[in-house]
T-cell receptor
Framework: DGGITQSPKYLFRKEGQNVTLSCEQN?????MYWYRQDPGQGLRLIYY???????QKGDIAEGYSVSREKKESFPLTVTSAQKNPTAFYLC????????????FGPGTRLTVL | KQEVTQIPAALSVPEGENLVLNCSFT??????LQWFRQDPGKGLTSLLL?????REQTSGRLNASLDKSSGRSTLYIAASQPGDSATYLC??????????FGAGTRLTVKP
């Protein structure tokens, strides 16, 4: 089955730690995205990547970093610089441009202890 | 800057009722508009994508309409069922690589 997988489903972080969220897709999509979702708010874009070895900041990139070494993988690192990281993180992909239908993974819920 | 609003934030209806969810956007120069469904603690599932040149798009009991000039879209759900209970979000592309999402309408269909 084609789709997007995210791991882990739940993640707990201590103050001052960096943590990495995994996102893998086997849809052969070029573009991948990371969103953050907070209760009662719409999704906000953290980073996106249109091709391998290239990525761009979204609206709320501060305190986050990404890499795109392979077409199918787009991991997100939440650094200690992100002061309020507790949220639901969603990875998505599109065949080409951001105007195409977006396909989402199941999400990772990150909680700061 | 594109802003997307969904009203109401929550809606509760009895099973079998037809209902309409609303989405409004501030910049009418959109490429398309997408409606998504999100179950609690899950990712988003695309329901319908309606192109800017279209007025309507249908899938089963769902019908989405788009009025670009007034900056509005509606999602009509016919003969609602308890399984339709979820949060419904609309989104429009922005700057070709970003999507602006509404905060969603949380729908509860009571048996």
């Amino acid at each position: 089955d084609g789709g997007i997988t995210q791991s882990p489903k739940y993640l707990f972080r201590k103050e001052g730690q960096n943590v990495t969220l995994s996102c893998e897709q086997n849809l052969n999509h070029d573009a991948m995205y990371w969103y953050r979702q907070d209760p009662g708010q719409g999704l906000r874009l953290i980073y996106y990547s249109q091709i391998v070895n290239d990525f761009q900041k979204g609206d709320i990139a501060e305190g986050y970093s990404v890499s795109r070494e392979k077409k199918e993988s787009f991991p997100l690192t939440v650094t200690s610089a992100q002061k309020n990281p507790t949220a639901f993180y969603l990875c998505a992909s599109t065949l080409g441009r951001g105007t195409d239908t977006q396909y989402f993974g199941p999400g990772t819920r990150l909680t700061v202890l | 800057k594109q802003e997307v609003t969904q009203i109401p934030a929550a809606l509760s209806v009895p099973e079998g009722e037809n209902l309409v969810l609303n989405c409004s956007f501030t910049d009418s120069a959109i490429y398309n508009l997408q409606w998504f469904r999100q179950d609690p603690g899950k990712g988003l599932t695309s329901l319908l994508l309606i192109q800017s040149s279209q007025r309507e798009q249908t899938s089963g009991r769902l019908n989405a309409s788009l009025d670009k000039s007034s900056g509005r879209s509606t999602l009509y759900i016919a003969a609602s069922q308890p399984g339709d209970s979820a949060t419904y979000l609309c989104a429009v592309p922005y700057n070709n690589n970003d999507m602006r999402f509404g905060a969603g309408t949380r729908l509860t269909v009571k048996p």
